[in-house]
């Protein structure tokens, strides 16, 4: 399993970005996808997360209401939607992907870095 995160970049507090994770190497029925989210030198932390098959969805307290997440059956890819962005959302993006059965995840992306600027 290969993930492949982008669309990170530098934007001013506000704004909004969309983030992609294309997924290749299986499919991923039963599985759940997600979002971790790394601030300089801060712990990763979650953010966002979708069941691939029903789409159902979570979210952090802190990105509730602005951020979105989904998935594109057809292109095997995750999304992550990020509106009204804030200073505190700067960090490095990882996608993930695991077993939902398993609880854990498995597969991770090599990260995209997202800069809000005051």
């Known amino acids: 399993v290969q993930l492949q995160a982008s669309g990170g970049g530098l934007v001013q507090a506000g704004g909004s970005l969309r983030l992609s994770c294309a997924a290749s190497g299986r499919t991923f029925s039963g599985y759940i996808l997600a979002w971790f989210r790394q601030p300089p030198g801060k712990e990763r932390a979650f953010a966002a997360a979708?069941?691939?098959?029903?789409?159902?969805?979570s979210y952090a307290d802190s990105v509730k209401g602005r951020f979105t997440i989904s998935r594109d059956y057809a292109k095997n890819t995750l999304y992550l939607q990020m509106n009204n962005l804030e200073p505190e959302d700067t960090a490095t993006y990882y996608c993930?992907?695991?077993?939902?059965?398993?609880?854990?995840?498995?597969?991770w992306g090599q990260g995209t870095l997202v800069t809000v600027s005051s």
């Open positions: 993930a992907a695991g077993v939902y059965a398993a609880g854990s995840y498995n597969y």
């Open positions: 979708i069941r691939w098959d029903s789409g159902r969805t």
